[in-house]
């Protein structure tokens, strides 16, 4: 991976949690999903499954029931 790749994932992840805040700070996984999805196909070209990966290894994003 190279750095401007990581940065660009780096500013992904903020505009998630910038969401997760907006939204009392509980998102439902196909919301978050679909946020990441959006800013990779039209702003950044990030990987969506490592993105989630690192707010969960984080603790940003706690996976609880109901999918949320």
């Not at 991976?1 to 949690?17: F, G, N, R, V």
């Not at 499954?49 to 029931?65: E, R, S």
């Amino acid at each position: 991976m190279t750095a401007e790749y990581l940065k660009h994932t780096l500013e992904a992840e903020k505009i998630l949690y910038h969401f997760f805040i907006a939204e009392g700070g509980v998102l439902r996984y196909p919301k978050a999903k679909g946020i990441l999805q959006y800013l990779s196909e039209h702003k950044y070209g990030v990987n969506v499954t490592y993105a989630l990966y690192n707010l969960v290894k984080w603790g940003i994003i706690i996976p609880i029931d109901d999918n949320q």
